[in-house]
């Protein structure tokens, strides 16, 4: 049965964190081409911390600022040694040997209990794993078991291993000590176009200081529509934090449907929902053409009312502008308009009269006035009797 180093180790790790406990690793990559010497590069990782970094040009240790520890080894020379082992490789498995990785490192219980570890890959599969206490090579692919014999023939090379994660790796343990870090979480969710234009990549991007974050989920109604649905992390990054990132394939022409991500922190849940936008701001997500008659028929709506509203009050002020104050009569002409409508017998003559003296917007109640004194006067005028009674006076 083949053993993912890999993933056990990375487990292990994981565990022991959330234990209490204390891990460091070592992360050696060396990479080479016919004719040229080896690269290589180093990251020391202190509980999923970076807080170093070695390379070929210097062989220098580069700490990093959350290190806060003063006796951290100056240089990485053992290391870059070990990864000359490229050169002999190849000849064993028949084939050129392009980019070799290196794991080792060891872990340290609560209880004191150390455990370690020494996993190689060679062009990114797992080739060979050491074994810290019985000093023997363990062969992780058919290729490497003239590796494994020949390696197992090494006895310096092996107590060497074995003295450094056995012994030097947890006293170093003993002596890292690191920075506070405040506790942030930032989540951020986006989308990118595909090939396929009815399709998006929907991507959650955690970064996190909080060693208690460990999973981000797909949340919202069109989550259960969602394909591909992958969660790479929690890894570490160059600043202390980890990262997580959740992918998914959504599609855009359901646009009624609602995306978002959550993660979990060891006081509280943040959760995000997606906007349509990607990551430099663009807009993906397409309206319907019921939407688009919907807001469209509003925008019309209330361009007409807009209009109708401007034209009434336009018209309302030219009106006033036009209109002017009832005429001013003098009273003298008044009087004698007044008397001319009193010889005056067609009713529609005396109305043009008393219009002009008094204004086609004239007072009501005097005209409803004027108008019942001359229905007395024209009722003395034509009555019988006022006139018998005029004639036998004389």
């Known amino acids: 049965m083949q053993i993912n180093w890999n993933l056990l180790t990375t487990c292990l790790l994981l565990s022991a964190v959330e234990c209490g406990s204390h891990s460091l690793e070592f992360l050696s990559t060396g990479h080479v081409q016919p004719g040229s010497q080896p690269l290589f590069d ?31 080894p100056k240089h990485c020379y053992d290391a870059s040694y070990d990864i000359s082992y490229l050169h002999k490789i190849p000849p064993f498995i028949n084939s050129t040997a392009y980019v070799v990785q290196r794991r080792r490192g060891c872990i340290q219980s609560a209880d004191g209990m150390v455990s370690g570890f020494e996993v190689w890959a060679m062009n990114g599969k797992d080739f060979i794993s050491f074994d810290p206490g019985t000093k023997r090579w363990m062969s992780q692919c058919p290729s490497a078991i003239t590796v494994q014999h020949q390696w197992n023939k090494e006895k310096n090379m092996n107590f060497a291993f074995s003295h450094f994660i056995k012994e030097e790796c947890p006293e170093m343990i003993q002596t890292i000590q690191l920075r506070s870090i405040p506790q942030k979480t930032e989540l951020h969710i986006f989308a990118k176009s595909t090939e396929n234009k009815d399709k998006v990549l929907l991507r959650c991007h955690v970064t996190s200081t909080d060693r208690s974050l460990s999973s981000v989920h797909l949340i919202g109604d069109g989550a259960s529509r969602a394909s591909s649905i992958t969660v790479m992390g929690p890894v570490p990054s160059g600043d202390g934090s980890v990262i997580l990132r959740l992918t998914a394939r959504i599609s855009q022409s359901q646009n009624t449907n609602t995306y978002g991500c959550t993660v979990q922190t060891g006081d509280h849940n943040i959760t995000v929902f997606w906007d349509g936008s990607t990551l ?24 007409a009312i807009t209009i109708l509203s401007c034209a009434t009050i336009f018209l309302l002020k030219c009106v006033k502008k036009k209109s002017s104050p009832p005429l001013q009569v003098d009273p003298q002409l008044m009087e004698q308009f007044s008397r001319m409508m009193g010889s005056v ?14 204004g086609t917007e004239g007072n009501r109640e005097f005209q409803e006035q004027w108008e019942v004194s001359i229905r007395l006067r024209d009722q003395n005028y034509y009555d019988p009797e006022y006139f018998g009674h005029q004639v036998g006076a004389c």
Do not use: M
């Not at 430099?280 to 688009?292: E, K």
């Not at 017998?345 to 008094?358: I, K």
């Open 42 to 72: 180093q990251l020391t990782v202190f509980d999923r911390v970076p807080i170093s970094y070695c390379d070929t040009l210097t062989k220098r240790e580069q700490v990093k600022p959350i290190l806060a520890s003063k006796n951290f």
């Open 280 to 303: 430099d701001g663009r807009y993906l997500l397409h309206l319907s053409s019921a939407h688009w008659k919907v807001i469209l028929g509003f925008c019309c709506t209330v361009f």
């Open 345 to 358: 017998a067609s009713p529609d003559l005396q109305s043009v009269l008393f219009s002009f003296t008094r």
